[in-house]
């Protein structure tokens, strides 16, 4: 008899395992299903970068273990990338990792800087990783509600005291998924300052953004003065250049978390295929066109989801960043109710509630499909509506 280990025991029940049940279920009966729950872009990497990829496949000196820490040049185009888009200085030799995309930095960042008993602080809701994370390097996580009222920001304020004291690690993340907010200036400098104060380690995961929409600019945390000091950042090719397949990100900023971090990662991986790594740097130094039609793209569907949405008497809020819609569901309703009745329609969304307590009565939905099969979903919402 297999025994698991306590922390595969503790892992959360499976929430969309009961969704992905009827989704199979309606598959059978030849439903024809419209996923919008699907954070994954559905664009083509750009041709460059697939070309680059290509020729340095055939080249026999990648074909070997890379470095731990990522190709030099890689990092440095990493730094060069950071100083053209954000004014953000880096030192590629001891201030950037290559990362096996950047949930595989954020899910060892724990194990470098959590003890049995520390404290990350987490926002609730969120993308899951922070919290089992911390679970599985024996820390606890304090969930830090994010309220419409806020903006979905966090409310440092409302964090008790001793939490604050023991807390270790801060993950926070804007442009936000699932939420889509994003943070204004004065919020990364009170990040800073709390940082500072109660000495935590603060880790932005920052992969929205360049997923930005109506001239919106996100900033990365690291222009802030001090950040450096407290924290680190989380950044992925995957999002910019629909690349979520080919498994390249990388974390910059504070040299001793950055190093704690690969101490970490040089026990477990050996490291980023270097052909995958050139294709990285074709990435970040090649023509940047296919960001700016990646955005152009994103934005349409966005309208088209957040205008019929509207049609059918949800309210949302047109998003400025990342390919995530948030919004509450119709009165009468729960999280998971609302997700069931819209399956019904063949229309797959993501219930609020499996990014966390907090997300109960929203829903999320991406526009990672085109225009067509958006309004499609709607039309099909539309027959369905009793709200
Ligand atoms: C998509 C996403 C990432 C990036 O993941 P990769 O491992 O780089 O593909 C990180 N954080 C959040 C919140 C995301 O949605």
């Known amino acids: 008899m297999i025994q698991f280990a306590d922390r595969i025991k503790s892992l959360p029940p499976y929430l969309f ?3 992905d049940r009827k989704k199979a279920e309606l598959k059978k009966k030849g439903v024809d299903i419209i996923s919008l729950a699907i954070g994954d872009p559905d664009l083509r990497t ?3 970068i697939i070309e680059a990829l290509k020729s340095a496949a055939g080249d026999v ?3 070997h273990y890379p470095d731990y820490n990522g190709l030099l040049e890689f990092r440095q185009a990493v730094a060069d990338w950071y100083k053209s888009r954000f004014n953000v200085e880096l030192d590629p030799q001891s201030e950037v990792v290559s990362l096996i995309g950047s949930k595989e930095g954020i ?3 724990p194990m470098a800087f959590i003890n049995p008993g520390d404290i990350t602080l987490a926002p609730d809701p969120a993308y899951p990783v922070y919290k089992t994370a911390t679970m599985f390097a024996g ?3 304090y969930l830090m509600p994010l309220k419409k009222e806020n903006k979905f920001l966090i409310d440092f304020k409302s964090i008790p005291e001793d939490v604050l004291k023991k807390a270790k690690l801060l993950f ?3 442009p936000n998924n699932p939420t889509a907010a994003v943070a204004d200036d004065d919020f990364y400098v009170e990040v800073i300052e709390v940082a500072k104060k109660y000495d935590i380690l603060v880790c932005h995961d920052a992969a929205y953004t360049e997923m930005t929409y109506d001239g919106y600019r996100a900033k990365s945390f690291l222009e802030f003065e001090g950040a450096k000091d407290v924290g680190v950042e989380f950044h992925s090719l995957s999002k910019t250049y629909s690349m979520t397949g080919w498994r390249v990100g990388f974390v910059v900023g504070n040299k001793d978390a950055v190093a704690g971090l690969g101490k970490i990662k040089s026990n477990i991986d050996s490291g980023i295929f270097q052909a995958v790594q050139m294709a990285g740097i074709e990435a970040l130094k090649g023509d940047q066109g296919c960001v700016g039609e990646m955005r152009a793209i994103f934005q349409e569907r966005r309208d088209v989801l957040c205008d019929g949405l509207t ?3 949800i309210k949302v809020e047109k998003p400025k960043a990342t390919f995530y819609m948030w919004a509450e569901v119709p009165a009468g309703y729960t999280s998971v109710s609302f997700v069931d009745h819209l399956l019904s329609a063949g229309v797959v969304v993501t219930p609020g509630s499996g ?7 929203y829903f999320r939905m991406t526009f990672t499909l085109d225009k067509a099969r958006i309004s499609e979903a709607i039309e099909r919402v539309r027959k369905i509506r009793n709200w």
């Open 355 to 361: 990014f966390g307590s907090m997300g109960e009565g």
């Open 46 to 48: 750009p041709d460059n």
């Open 17 to 19: 395992a009961e969704i």
């Open 311 to 313: 049609s059918l008497g």
């Open 139 to 141: 820390g606890e996580t």
């Open 61 to 63: 000196n990648n074909h």
């Open 107 to 109: 899910a060892h960042m």
């Open 172 to 174: 926070f993340n804007y």
